[in-house]
């Protein structure tokens, strides 16, 4: 986990669990009431629980390729501060 040095600007949060697994690229994930960013790269998934406000980034100058399984029945996304672009904005 790395530090968190910048608040995301976009945060979401979905109704279902979010279940994520980086196929290529790098990116950071960011959860509410964490202080650190957990590292996205190939191989990593990780599990995100109904309603937790979450973000994602890319840290790299390649795109983040993601597979993701939503257990909710339909994709609906709460976003819960509007988007800005410092780096934050590149939302899966």
Request: charged share 20%.
């Amino acid at each position: 986990m790395a530090p968190l040095s910048v608040r995301p600007s976009l945060q979401k949060a979905i109704p279902g669990t979010e279940v994520l697994t980086v196929i290529e690229g790098r990116g950071e994930a960011w959860f509410d009431g964490e202080e650190r960013t957990v590292a996205l790269e190939p191989g990593i998934t990780i599990v995100v629980p109904a309603n937790r406000v979450h973000a994602f980034r890319v840290v790299d100058n390649q795109p983040l390729v993601t597979f993701g399984i939503h257990t909710f029945g339909k994709r609906i996304v709460n976003y819960v501060s509007p988007p800005r672009h410092d780096g934050w904005e590149n939302q899966l």
